[in-house]
């Protein structure tokens, strides 16, 4: 299926997820999709307009959303829940870990708002360890879309997947990196430039960032693979076990550094080949408010701040 | 169809057997299941539509036990239904048993979902209920609940949702033993009037002798006629039908002794 956006264009990664179920819901008339009073902001609202008796408003409860989305399931529904992920991922755990993992259940949960960029919010709004949470659970798949149009890729890729898949949105518009024709495959990550002297990895909208810094170590003689790790569980051994030993991997991404794909990837190598890894990170702290550019300057995720890290840390070796 | 006399045989088998699972398992909770042995057995003994021989008829009522503490009941029902054969009871929590010591909706057939986290099977039967609604079924959804249970807020949550999406084919049982693990309900957390609350919440609120499989049954019948969804207070004993069992917070999770078990085996004669 083509993707909706054009390479270049700015674009909020919820609306491909929005565009994506409106595309199911014509193709499928099991999809429904559940909000819990935010479907403005995490544009389930285009799901409700165009097909409203398969919208269900939850309200603000979070863990009752999670169970009715269960019930749906074994009724032969496929629900997809969508509010923020702080909100879905941490307060529902119970609901997810117990009866939708537990039983394998067939349900959608997609957390928005992940990472930084919910912004001026503050930390109470910030998902910063979804990713640990649900990548924790058997049964779970976790993906992280870089832009829009991997996000309406994704969302058309969960809905035939049979079993829980959660999905972490962000909120800020991002640049599209990801092209038409891209088509996302479970378990395999996609490079998204090539270069010898190391290989970059992160996962979600922080891409776009790590795409610039590219350019300014591009511009010091630096050239860097950059892999896009949009599936966290399962991920991509084949392409892990392909980068040489030797080459410095930095593991970039806006999540706590406990559980987050840097550690996922440091267990992962420490068992087969181990090597030294630099993990950039949230580290182990909470968020707070500001503009997402602000955050990103103070929790050293800019392009330029990245690409000096890195540059140090090559010329440091 | 059954008759009450014949159904009330069933019942007392159903805590014969009951007791001498959770013996054989050497763990698990007899109280409250034995307190709801009537309601259980008006379910699948007269009220639900249910096929064990394919568990999976679409039209099928639908029962979740949302009080999962109770699966050597639920087992027990299910084995006497004819959904599995009664050597596997002698497995009940026991390594690679299909009867997990609460229940598993991969392992054992006849069981909707995965209980066992209280709080949560009332939500889930919203989801069915609702989906059985934009389906134009008529199966219903049945949940059974402990008082205790009643603490959890995601419960609360789950009466709004009935409420305001008008689940009249949802129907929830409250076994209302008045004891919890840590003491009596009114001790540990006191809610007052359990009718009231639900009755604010605007669902239709029954009560019944929670071991009256008569009073059971004509109860169920008038919740079916309901408009809104439907909570049976059943008022219970736990422990019910052994003497020393009976009305005490510590039968909730231990397993009786040989003597003891043969104590209430002669009780239940």
Known sequence: ?317 | MKNFIELENIAKQIRRKTLEIIFNAGSGHPGGSLSSVDIGTSLFFYLMNHDPNNPNWKDRDRFILSKGHAAPLLYVILQMSGYFPENWLSTFRKINSPLQGHPNSLKCPGIEVSTGSLGQGLSIACGMALSLKKDNMKSIVYTLHGDGELNEGQIWEAVMFAAHYKLNNLIAFIDKNDLQIDGSTDEVMSMKSIEEKFSAFNWNVLTCDGHSITDIVNKTIEAKKSIKPSVIIAKTIKGKGVSFMENVAGWHGKSPSKIELQLALEELE
């Open chain 1, 1 to 317: 299926m083509i993707n909706p956006f054009n390479i270049g264009d700015v674009v909020p990664i919820r609306d491909g997820f929005g565009k994506a179920l409106i595309e199911l819901g014509h193709k499928n008339e099991k999809i429904f999709v559940l909000d819990a009073d935010l479907s403005k902001s995490t544009r389930s609202n285009w799901f409700a307009e165009k097909f409203p008796n398969r919208f269900i408003e939850c309200g603000i409860a979070e863990q009752n959303m999670i169970d009715v989305a269960a019930g749906l399931s074994l009724m032969g529904k496929i629900p997809f829940t969508t509010t923020y992920g702080v909100f879905v991922a941490g307060r529902a755990f119970d609901q997810i870990r117990n009866t939708i993992c537990f039983s394998n259940l067939n349900v959608k949960i997609i957390g928005s708002h992940g990472g930084l960029s919910v912004g001026a919010d503050g930390g109470s709004h910030q998902a910063i360890e979804d990713i640990a949470l649900m990548n924790l659970l058997p049964n779970m798949k976790v993906f992280s879309p870089v832009d829009a149009n991997e996000a309406f890729q994704i969302i058309i890729k969960a809905s035939d997947i049979v079993g829980p898949v959660f999905v972490r949105l962000a909120r800020e518009a991002t640049e599209i990196l990801i092209r038409k024709d891209f088509e996302f495959q479970v378990g395999r990550w996609e490079k998204l430039s090539e270069g010898n002297d190391a290989y970059l990895l992160f996962h979600g909208t922080i891409g776009a960032e790590v795409m610039k810094a590219t350019k300014i170590l591009l511009e010091k003689k630096i050239e860097v693979t950059v892999i896009n790790c949009s599936s966290i569980k399962p991920f991509d051994k084949k392409m892990l076990n392909e980068i040489p030993s030797s080459k410095p991997i930095f593991i970039i991404e806006e999540h706590l550094e406990a559980g987050g794909l840097g550690s996922i990837i440091s267990t992962y190598y420490s068992q087969n080949s181990p090597r030294k890894l630099e993990l950039i990170n949230i580290g182990d702290r909470f968020g707070e408010s500001g503009s997402p550019t602000e955050l990103y300057q103070k929790f050293g995720f800019t392009s330029e701040i990245l690409a000096e890290r890195i540059r140090a840390s090559l010329t440091d070796n």
